[in-house]
């Protein structure tokens, strides 16, 4: 059983769209955090949200976790295909740094 | 930044062979280190932790005699995959612990891609 659902699974767009992916879950978490993973390489994180309601943007992209802090979301405004990827949404378990993740969203990006 | 070398990229076997994976953190110690497993275009799992100087934390249905850890120092732990067969093909990832960083941030090393004949 997945405690993170990441929705869609898969997206494909046209540069210049915009998009939004989902992370939820029934449980409450006291941070969330968000990766990309590019083909062939590990995943990077780009932010952790952790105060429920918070939004974080780095760039093109902005980064919401929920008021219960069940669930998060990520928003790419005029997408780029250097933003294809795998976007993973991951809770450190309770008391340790050990991130479990989502299934993730698979996004292609098409000049 | 702190960066996590993993070696090899990528490696093809044939059946029935040992493959090892190393995973060095190269600026800074790492007491603790992780190894993942990723099947195309799905999510990490995590397989093991490794601890230094002690045995390594497998999680639940990882075989621990088929996937032997390593962690004999401060900055290099080994994966050995034995008696490799082509269900065993898939994309590993090592990650490290930067206890000296503040937050302990968590690096990932690029991965390494099995193909067992």
């Known amino acids: ?111 | 930044g702190a960066v996590v070398s993993q070696h090899p990229s990528w490696v093809i076997c044939k059946s029935g062979t040992s493959v090892k994976i190393e995973c060095r953190s190269l600026d800074f110690q790492a007491t603790t280190m992780f190894w993942y497993r990723q099947f195309p275009k799905q999510s990490l799992m995590l397989m093991a932790t490794s601890n230094e100087g002690s045995k390594a934390t497998y999680e639940q249905g990882v075989e621990k005699d088929k996937f032997l850890i390593n962690h004999a120092s401060l900055t290099l732990s080994t994966l050995t995959v034995t008696s490799a067969h082509p269900e065993d093909s898939s994309f590993y990832i090592c990650s490290a612990r930067d206890e000296g960083a503040r937050g302990e941030k968590l690096f990932f090393g690029s991965g390494t891609q099995l193909s067992v004949l």
Do not use: M
């Open chain 1, 1 to 111: 059983t997945q405690l993170l659902e990441q929705s869609p699974q898969f997206l494909s767009i046209q540069e210049g769209e915009n998009l939004t992916v989902y992370c939820n879950s029934s449980s409450v978490f006291s941070s969330l955090q968000w990766y990309r993973q590019e083909p062939g390489e590990g995943p990077v994180l780009l932010v952790t949200v952790v105060t429920g309601g918070e939004v974080k943007k780095l760039k093109r992209l902005t980064f919401q976790f929920g008021d219960a802090r069940k669930d998060s979301s990520l928003h790419i405004t005029a997408a780029q295909p250097g933003d294809t990827g795998l976007y993973l949404c991951a809770f450190e378990r309770r008391g340790s740094y050990i991130p479990t993740f989502g299934r993730g969203t698979s996004l292609i990006v098409h000049p």
